[in-house]
């Protein structure tokens, strides 16, 4: 294994090399649990599971902390308008949390730490920064002082002397800087509070991760992961905060995972383009035909670092691209020929672990990880029709799974989205011009997705057997100059 992850911090690839050898420890920020998680929770979530499931898959024992953020504003508001407790509030999310993400498959962390749980600790890490001088009290509150920290804006790339020049004039004048950020916030009337030396209060949201993170990984540990809009303030508060404390590095590598986009534009309250995921299982043209591989697979169709375009478009491609798998797992379930004919297989499969093992090395490049899987179920239909043996399906098919489940796909038993006529489908002309089947929209979508990919791998000879056999039933492919395609009956 030679992974090669891109590090926000230093802002290059770099090769991953664990502080531990064959241990990974690793702390991603979880969600403030005050409402139904988004599409863009899902897609960190997602991100994480993945490179957590890689670095097992290659023998590391992976040490994985994801917090619930329980004491907000936001929950705080949110209960007030409720008239609950804030406890209600957040017991109620944390459980849907759990609920949605294993509707994807995404593993619950070794640690799910909640800041409620980490008061002692907050106090413990404000108070050496006090004592350091790096943290100053106002009041009942204390904040951190950023220009007390010459190596802040080292994350985000930006300077102390930029962000004073762009900050709002409505800050706390009370703030020795407008970037200076609160560690412990003095108790309203109202709200949740806790004992501490500056009197009741709760703790800030920086301060809170930096708390956990090291409680359950040590000062120093490997992997620090996020969305991207979590780079400022948030990690480069955790760093000033964390590295101020205890003079030492806080995490080695920086991973960040892109937006989510709604047909290619900010997802938004306002614009009237914001899913969470219940409201995509549930949404009337999505919820006949939804499950939580498919959103998974279309998750991972992207690279993680790039801007990632959801719309009912992609998700149709999605499920179609499940439909090729799953109508080959379906063929791989029948008997086959005592002979082990369709030679080639074991070179087929070595070929693509070692495809697939690159595209993951290479800064976890999932599409193309997924490319390769493709692929394959290429070379093993070409294999069943000449003659596959019983053996040979079963070793292909756990091949499928194998390589799967470091992606968290083919784990599904009964699809109920494949098409029993697509398992017969004709795969040349000749078979086509003997075989006269009806294709429904699903099975044409599905074979122009095959004969697409084809074209990207240049597997010309593949996708000109399948528009050929389209045109044998009656199906015309048009090219269009852009490389998308249309057909008509």
Same mark, same amino acid.
């Given at each position: ?43 960190? #979530? ?8 890689? *670095? ?15 004491? %907000? ?18 017991? !109620?999310?944390?459980? #849907?949390?759990?609920? %949605?993400?294993?509707? *994807? ?28 001088? *790096? ?31 762009? #900050? ?67 990690? $480069? ?20 995972? &892109? ?9 938004? !309250? ?63 379930? $029948? ?6 004919? &369709?030679?080639?297989?074991?070179? #087929? ?37 000449? &003659?596959?043996?019983?053996? &040979? ?11 799967? !489940? ?43 997705? $095959? ?30 100059? %852009? ?7």
């Amino acid at each position: 294994m030679m992974l090669k992850i891109f590090n926000t911090l230093t802002g290059r690839r770099e090769v991953f090399e664990p502080m531990e050898p064959n241990k990974v420890r690793m702390y991603v920020c979880g969600v403030t649990v005050y409402d139904y998680c988004h599409i863009g929770h899902a897609r960190s #979530a997602l991100v994480f599971d993945v490179l957590r499931r890689y *670095l097992e898959s290659c023998g590391y024992a992976v040490t994985f902390v994801k917090n619930f953020t329980d004491v %907000d504003d936001k929950i705080i508001k949110r209960a007030n308008e409720q008239g609950v407790a804030c406890d209600a509030i957040t017991t !109620k999310y944390i459980q #849907a949390y759990h609920e %949605d993400m294993g509707k *994807l498959g995404i593993r619950v962390a070794t640690e799910e730490p909640k800041a409620t749980e980490h008061i002692a600790e907050i106090v413990q890490l404000t108070e050496q920064l006090v004592a350091k001088g *790096l943290a100053y009290i106002v009041g009942g509150d204390v904040y951190f002082e950023v220009a007390k920290y010459p190596e802040y804006g080292r994350l985000s790339k930006r300077r102390i002397e930029d962000l004073q020049a762009g #900050a709002r004039v409505d800050v706390d004048e009370r703030k020795r800087h407008p970037m200076d950020f609160a560690l412990w916030k003095s108790s309203k009337h109202g709200e949740p509070a806790w004992e501490s030396p500056w009197g009741l209060g709760r703790p800030g949201w920086h301060i809170e991760c930096s708390a956990m993170s090291m409680q359950h990984l040590g000062e120093t540990f490997d992997i620090h992961g996020g969305g991207m809009d979590l780079i400022f303030p948030h990690h $480069e508060n955790e760093i000033a905060q964390s590295c101020g404390a205890t003079g030492k590095e806080f995490a080695r590598y920086w991973v960040h995972n &892109g937006f989510v986009q709604i047909n290619q534009e900010k997802m938004s !309250k306002s614009l009237g383009n914001f899913f969470t995921i219940r409201e995509i299982f549930e949404k009337s043209e999505w919820s006949e035909e939804m499950t939580g591989e498919i959103l998974r697979y279309f998750l991972l169709s992207t690279h993680y670092r790039g801007p990632l375009d959801f719309s009912d478009q992609a998700l149709k491609e999605a499920k179609n691209a499940l439909n090729g798998f799953y109508d080959l797992f379906g063929r791989l379930s $029948e008997s086959g020929g005592e002979a082990v004919r &369709g030679e080639g297989l074991d070179q #087929a499969v070595d070929r693509c672990r070692a495809a697939f093992q690159a595209a993951m090395d290479d800064d976890l490049n999932t599409p193309v990880a997924i490319a390769t899987l493709q692929g394959l179920r290429s070379d093993v239909n070409k294999m069943i029709d000449k &003659g596959l043996s019983t053996e &040979g399906r079963k070793k292909a098919r756990q091949e499928f799974r194998s390589l799967g !489940k470091v992606l968290g796909l083919f784990d599904v038993d009964t699809w109920q989205f494949g098409s029993a006529v697509s398992e017969t489908l004709p795969l040349n002309i000749e078979e086509a011009t003997t075989v006269k089947l009806v294709l429904n929209e699903r099975d044409i979508e599905r074979m122009l997705i $095959e004969r697409r990919e084809a074209r990207n791998r240049k597997d010309f000879q593949r996708a000109d057997e399948i528009r050929k056999s389209l045109a044998a039933q009656g199906v015309i492919i048009e090219d269009k100059p %852009d490389g998308t395609s249309r057909w008509k009956r």
